[in-house]
């Protein structure tokens, strides 16, 4: 049953992104506002079939945190899920930083690339930094979302990678606040697996983080400590052994 589950939903994915593709080329004169939300339908329609074909429910704690003014998102990153999620779910228009080369996906790249985000070349070490602090603090200004992930990859539950400083030099930069995420993704979309489980994920949004005038070591410490300590809230058991 998770087999043929898994390749509804892998067809589903497939038939769907392929006309999207193709309306967003049509409609890529747009004003980019316009354009955004109308892209964003697919992830919306992926984080539905997942909850349609393989039963992957989702609650969201702290929607209070959100603020309404530009900040810079930073989450936890455990599958593929939370992206589409982010993306068809947060009220402001979010902007991903990501590899370059993704743009060259056949139909998924060309819907990326017209939504004017945070392409970045990683081969290029801190002049990728720069260009996202460049780049997102533009995005701050036009009163998007940057939406980075500090641990860079993703991570499988129970585990946690070095938090990067990318995201905390864009904040302080800018004088934006940052809106931390933690969520548990990983327990029923595992990190390159074909097979999904069934389940309920929590997005856990937390307080938001001032930056104006702090350290970035300090504000990024912070960043870890509070997503780190809420994966222990929604997963304890993944943490007996600590």
Same mark, same amino acid.
């Given at each position: 049953?998770?087999?043929?589950?898994?390749?509804?939903?892998?067809?589903?994915?497939?038939?769907?992104?392929?006309?999207?593709?193709?309306?967003?080329?049509?409609?890529?004169?747009?004003?980019?506002?316009?354009?955004?939300?109308?892209?964003?339908?697919?992830?919306?329609?992926?984080?539905?079939?997942?909850?349609?074909?393989?039963?992957?429910?989702?609650?969201?704690?702290?929607?209070?945190?959100?603020?309404?003014?530009?900040?810079?998102?930073?989450?936890?990153?455990?599958?593929?899920?939370?992206?589409?999620?982010?993306?068809?779910?947060?009220?402001?228009?979010?902007?991903?930083?990501? @590899?370059?080369?993704?743009?060259?996906?056949?139909?998924?790249?060309?819907?990326?690339?017209?939504?004017?985000?945070?392409?970045?070349?990683?081969? @290029?070490?801190?002049?990728?930094?720069?260009?996202?602090?460049?780049?997102?603090?533009?995005?701050?200004?036009?009163?998007?979302?940057?939406?980075?992930?500090?641990?860079?990859?993703?991570?499988?539950?129970?585990?946690?990678?070095?938090?990067?400083?990318?995201?905390?030099?864009?904040?302080?930069?800018?004088?934006?606040?940052?809106?931390?995420?933690?969520?548990?993704?990983?327990?029923?979309?595992?990190?390159?697996?074909?097979?999904?489980?069934?389940?309920?994920?929590?997005?856990?949004?937390?307080?938001?983080?001032?930056?104006?005038?702090?350290?970035?070591?300090?504000?990024?410490?912070?960043?870890?400590?509070?997503?780190?300590?809420?994966?222990?809230?929604?997963?304890?058991?993944?943490?007996?052994?600590?």
């Amino acid at each position: 049953m998770a087999v043929a589950r898994a390749v509804l939903y892998q067809i589903f994915l497939v038939v769907t992104v392929i006309p999207y593709a193709i309306a967003c080329l049509i409609w890529a004169p747009l004003p980019l506002k316009l354009r955004y939300r109308l892209t964003v339908g697919w992830p919306r329609l992926a984080i539905w079939g997942a909850k349609v074909i393989l039963g992957i429910r989702w609650q969201v704690k702290g929607w209070e945190n959100l603020p309404d003014e530009p900040a810079v998102v930073l989450s936890k990153h455990q599958s593929a899920w939370e992206t589409m999620f982010f993306a068809a779910h947060l009220p402001r228009n979010v902007c991903f930083v990501y @590899k370059r080369e993704l743009h060259r996906i056949p139909f998924f790249g060309w819907g990326l690339a017209l939504l004017r985000m945070i392409p970045i070349d990683r081969a @290029k070490g801190r002049d990728a930094v720069d260009q996202v602090i460049r780049v997102g603090r533009q995005r701050l200004e036009e009163g998007r979302w940057p939406l980075l992930f500090p641990e860079g990859t993703r991570i499988a539950p129970g585990k946690a990678g070095r938090y990067k400083m990318g995201g905390t030099l864009l904040a302080i930069a800018a004088e934006a606040p940052i809106i931390p995420i933690a969520h548990n993704a990983g327990e029923c979309w595992p990190r390159r697996a074909f097979l999904k489980s069934p389940g309920l994920v929590t997005v856990s949004i937390g307080p938001l983080i001032s930056t104006k005038g702090r350290n970035p070591a300090e504000v990024n410490q912070q960043v870890e400590a509070w997503i780190e300590g809420e994966m222990r809230v929604l997963n304890p058991e993944r943490y007996d052994g600590e």
